[in-house]
């Protein structure tokens, strides 16, 4: 069983993984996958379905460093682990990007995963944590100045350290997202299986994550809230506390780059909530 592209008419198949393993993802998220890197994302098939996948996105180098491949969506159905099909993806995966010049490449990876990265030369970079809402009769009003939102790269590219331009417009593509901006920030938020997913949002102050934070949940107030973030940041996890959050879940982010590549200066005390753990 080897590796092949995946494609939209395996939807339904890689929907009953997601389903499978409570994952937040919807259809609209792995549409934007398989269009933003068709031949990136990957699948074995077994008994005349897709069983396994894992997928990347890519983004572009900030002048002077070398380009980013995030790796996200690596999952098997439970019935059909243990017989090294993460592996095979993951093996075929990374080999495809460093052919291609990719000499950083990252991802955020569960308990489970964590070994088989470790032993792909995946080093651990620092925790991620999910944070979740549960729904609240109480309403948050939103305050302050929040407009239609426009991507600001002189914003997102020091926060992130590469260009996200090509993720962030396709993130207002499911029925439901949404984002905004206001003075010092911008935020997004889109509809998940589970729960509606508060990022990313990148802002200069807490002042501003707070008032995005505040126009997000005024929309949402009745629904479970996911909200991953960094805990580095710790003003980050302040406000999610504040607003009625509670961590459940820490992942590990990962790096696996050539000895003497350096990656783009970012400033992590300006992300307040990732774009999510298949995009970073």
């Given at each position: ?5 995946l ?5 339904p198949?890689l ?10 993802q919807t ?9 933003l ?5 990957l699948g074995?098939?077994a ?14 180098p900030?002048?002077?460093?070398p380009?980013l491949?995030?790796i996200?969506?690596?999952l ?6 243990g017989?090294?099909?993460a ?15 990719f000499a950083?490449q990252?991802?955020?990876?569960t308990?489970?995963?964590?070994p ?5 030369g995946f080093?651990?970079e620092q925790?991620?944590e ?13 305050s302050g ?5 426009r991507?600001d ?7 992130f350290?590469?260009?996200r331009?090509?993720l962030?417009?396709s993130?207002?593509d ?20 589970i ?9 200069r ?5 707070k008032?995005l934070a505040?126009?997000f949940l005024?929309?949402?107030h009745?629904?479970?809230?996911f909200?991953?973030?960094?805990p ?7 406000l999610?506390?504040s607003?009625?959050f509670?961590?459940?879940r820490?992942?590990?982010?990962m ?11 970012r400033r992590?005390e300006?992300?307040f909530?990732?774009?999510g753990?298949?995009f970073?």
């Amino acid at each position: 069983m080897e590796p092949e592209v995946l494609s939209p008419a395996d939807l339904p198949d890689l929907l009953a993984l997601c389903r499978a393993a409570h994952w937040n993802q919807t259809e609209a998220d792995w549409r934007r996958v398989l269009a933003l890197e068709p031949e990136l994302c990957l699948g074995i098939r077994a008994g005349g379905r897709i069983v396994s996948t894992a997928a990347a996105v890519t983004y572009s180098p900030a002048e002077g460093f070398p380009p980013l491949a995030w790796i996200g969506m690596v999952l098997t159905d439970p019935e059909h682990r243990g017989h090294g099909f993460a592996r095979r993806l993951m093996t075929r995966l990374t080999a495809t990007l460093d052919g291609r010049g990719f000499a950083v490449q990252k991802l955020d990876a569960t308990s489970m995963g964590l070994p088989l990265y470790e032993q792909l030369g995946f080093l651990a970079e620092q925790p991620v944590e999910r944070w979740q809402r549960d729904p609240s009769r109480k309403r948050i009003q939103a305050s302050g100045v929040v407009e239609p939102f426009r991507c600001d790269a002189a914003l997102d590219i020091p926060a992130f350290g590469w260009d996200r331009s090509r993720l962030l417009p396709s993130l207002l593509d499911a029925p439901g997202a949404d984002a905004a901006l206001t003075e010092g920030g911008f935020a997004m938020g889109r509809p998940g299986a589970i729960a509606a997913y508060f990022g990313p949002c990148a802002a200069r102050s807490p002042l501003a994550a707070k008032r995005l934070a505040n126009w997000f949940l005024a929309r949402h107030h009745g629904e479970v809230v996911f909200w991953d973030l960094l805990p580095h940041n710790g003003e980050a996890q302040a406000l999610a506390r504040s607003l009625g959050f509670r961590p459940v879940r820490t992942l590990v982010r990962m790096v696996r780059r050539p000895p003497g590549v350096t990656e783009p200066p970012r400033r992590d005390e300006h992300i307040f909530a990732i774009a999510g753990f298949e995009f970073g």
